[in-house]
């Protein structure tokens, strides 16, 4: 029986060996997706070798996806999540550490407005916004939990002025010229002049992917 249907399997940390790959393969994963939000260039460059060595050892052909960090906002870095209650007042801002009264973002994101809806953790954690000032972003939450290491924030319907592309892109669009992957994907697109963007700065590396 022919299948149709395409099998991506997300390659990390727990799943980066030969064995587990291997496994993967031979239980029909068609893509293997490298997220570029975590880890480090080079050990996607040798997880790009990695698959590939295990794609020539298996009878389906395993095609290798690349997506890119993309234009996102995350929070600092934590040893162990953060509980944020239902009615605390939370302050946002750029840097590099966070606590449960001050969380550090990757970015800034002062262009929102007092009133917009800010999105913690893919949502599970919601807040809104009840002042700005020096750089800095009061939210009221409304809805609380348990906020994870670098989680990502999203502010629905706010365009935030992020460049489509990267530094951290930059750097993965070269590992996926060099490394000649099967697929790129962007993460955020908001519109089909970012897609264009990321398209053109692969050409312009000589790839065509």
């Known amino acids: 029986m022919t299948r149709n249907a395409k099998i991506v399997c997300t390659l990390g940390p727990a799943s980066a060996d030969r064995d587990t790959v291997t496994a993967l393969a031979t239980a029909g994963m068609s893509v293997a997706r490298l997220n570029a939000s975590h880890g480090t260039t080079d050990e996607r460059r040798d997880l790009v070798d990695l698959v590939r ?26 040893d162990s999540s953060l509980t944020l209650a239902d009615g605390a007042t939370v302050e946002l801002s750029a840097g590099d550490e966070a606590t449960a009264e001050r969380i550090g973002l990757s970015r800034p994101i002062d262009g929102a407005s007092v009133g917009d809806t ?12 009840t002042d700005i000032a020096s750089g800095v972003v009061t939210v009221n939450v409304d809805s609380g939990g348990e906020l994870k290491s670098r989680a990502g924030v999203n502010v629905p319907g706010v365009d935030l002025e992020l460049p489509t592309v990267t530094v951290a892109d930059h750097r993965e669009l070269d590992l996926a010229a060099e490394m000649n992957v099967d697929f790129v994907a962007a993460s955020f697109v908001r519109s089909a002049a970012d897609i264009y963007e990321i398209s ?10």
Request: aromatic content about 0%.
């Open 118 to 129: 800010v999105l913690l953790d893919d949502g599970h954690i919601e807040a809104t916004i």
């Open 200 to 209: 053109g700065e692969l050409e312009s590396r000589g790839a065509d992917i």
């Open 53 to 78: 060595d295990v794609d020539e050892r298996t009878a389906q052909p395993i095609a290798t996806l690349l997506d890119l960090p993309g234009p996102e906002v995350r929070t600092a870095a934590v």
